[in-house]
């Protein structure tokens, strides 16, 4: 079992924090480190696999401040258990890496960090969809080969998404904001497919439609998809902001993507095995005018044989939350989880209800409670109530 090197941080005090990457700004450990903890941070780039967790863990830590790319299975969430952890502290809004149930079972708090990356990982999507549809990176590589010798009329060209039709699968907090953003920006009309209704962003269509015309401009609408067809069949820009689960794996294989139109764009910012990528790979290679826009991947870091030469295919690195004000409030996020389950603090609801965790992000000292716990209702946490 190799032992990652660690930074140690306030060595004489009480709580004993894992934490298995170095996390942007500081605000994070000065939450850890005024609230008592020592804290032992990995160094290095390199994912930690269970036997370095357990190996920096050791006969005993309080709690651990993990990363989306660990293997929290049950038998890794028990060893932490058995060492006295008394929190996994996740460094990410999705946990589809984290066994929660088997979490829950064992008693132990899964923290995660909403609200934070919102507006950032749907900024991100908007930013895929464009480079794809008027194929930005094509042309980048065509002025850096020398290969622009003067404009033409038929050179590059793409697709116009205004007044469009966009498909939004997942209508949560991050398809939300990415709709209002594409709605409204570029006003497409919106088919979103979920299991909830999101009455929220229909009202906000409704009356941004209602704007439009009292500025004598046309509308645009709003409507939930009877199922998943009904939408790749319309739409002209896909964007995925579904959550990964054993139901929504390869949720766009072979069959989906035939249903959507040849020149559509899409877009996945969520979780890579949403989409069978072998698939897509062939549905790219067939259609030249199909485009994709990629942050996620299905066995990430690595990518399907054949994606990294297509050239309608947009490729980035899990950007969706990376800018420094999202990955240093995450950070923040993440430590005040650890912090508040270690002191006994309650969880604050509005994460659960809304994704509102703005107090813990401001200047000000955060509120005495855990601003996410996604198991909280299930271990039966006490709940902030000013
Ligand atoms: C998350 O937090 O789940 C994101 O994928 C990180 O960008």
Same mark, same amino acid.
């Given at each position: ?304 044989? &054949?994606? +990294?030469? $297509?050239?309608? #295919?947009?490729? !980035?690195?899990? =950007?969706?939350?990376?800018?420094? @004000?999202?990955?240093? &409030?995450? +950070?923040? $996020?993440?430590? #005040?989880?650890? !912090?508040?389950? =270690?002191?006994?603090?309650?969880? @604050?609801?509005?994460?659960?209800? +809304? ?21 909280? +209702? ?9």
């Amino acid at each position: 079992m190799s032992q990652p090197d660690l930074r140690i941080v306030n060595p004489a005090a009480t709580f004993r924090v894992i934490v298995t990457k170095e996390l942007p700004g500081d605000r994070w450990l000065r939450l850890l480190t005024a609230a008592g903890c020592r804290v032992e941070i990995a160094q290095g780039t390199d994912v930690l696999g269970e036997a370095e967790i357990l190996a920096a863990v050791g006969d005993h830590a309080d709690a651990v401040i993990g990363q989306l790319t660990e293997p929290w299975t049950a038998s890794l969430l028990e060893r932490l258990s058995a060492a006295g952890g008394r929190i996994y502290s996740q460094f990410a809004v999705g946990y589809d890496n984290v066994d929660v149930e088997a979490a829950t079972q064992l008693g132990l708090p899964v923290g995660n960090t909403p609200g934070v990356l919102t507006e950032t990982t749907a900024e991100l999507a908007v930013a895929l969809t464009f480079s794809a549809a008027r194929r930005v990176p094509e042309g980048d590589r065509m002025m850096r080969a020398g290969g622009y010798d003067g404009w033409l009329p038929d050179m590059l060209l793409g697709a116009l998404l205004h007044r469009r039709t966009l498909g939004v699968i997942g209508a949560g907090r991050i398809g939300a904001a990415y709709s209002r953003m594409m709605v409204e920006g570029h006003k497409m009309d919106l088919v979103y497919y979920d299991v909830r209704v999101n009455d929220e962003l229909e009202r906000y269509v409704a009356d941004y439609a209602a704007f439009l015309e009292n500025h004598d401009e046309a509308p645009v609408s709003c409507r939930r998809a009877t199922n998943l067809n009904d939408l790749l069949h319309l739409a002209d820009v896909v964007s995925i902001h579904a959550a990964l689960t054993p139901e929504t794996r390869h949720l766009i294989g072979a069959p989906e993507l035939a249903t959507m139109k040849d020149t559509a764009v899409l877009v996945n910012a969520s979780r890579g095995p949403l989409i069978d990528e072998a698939a897509l790979v062939e549905h790219c290679r067939a259609n030249p005018g199909f485009r994709v826009g990629m942050d996620v991947y299905e066995r990430e870091p690595e990518m399907a044989p &054949g994606l +990294a030469e $297509l050239e309608n #295919a947009v490729l !980035v690195p899990h =950007l969706g939350s990376a800018t420094t @004000w999202t990955r240093e &409030g995450m +950070a923040t $996020l993440a430590a #005040a989880n650890a !912090v508040a389950i =270690l002191r006994g603090w309650p969880v @604050w609801p509005a994460a659960a209800d +809304a994704g509102d965790v703005a107090p813990f992000l401001g200047g000000a000292e955060p509120p005495r409670a855990a601003p996410s716990i996604v198991n909280a +209702a299930e271990l039966g946490l006490a709940r902030w109530s000013g």
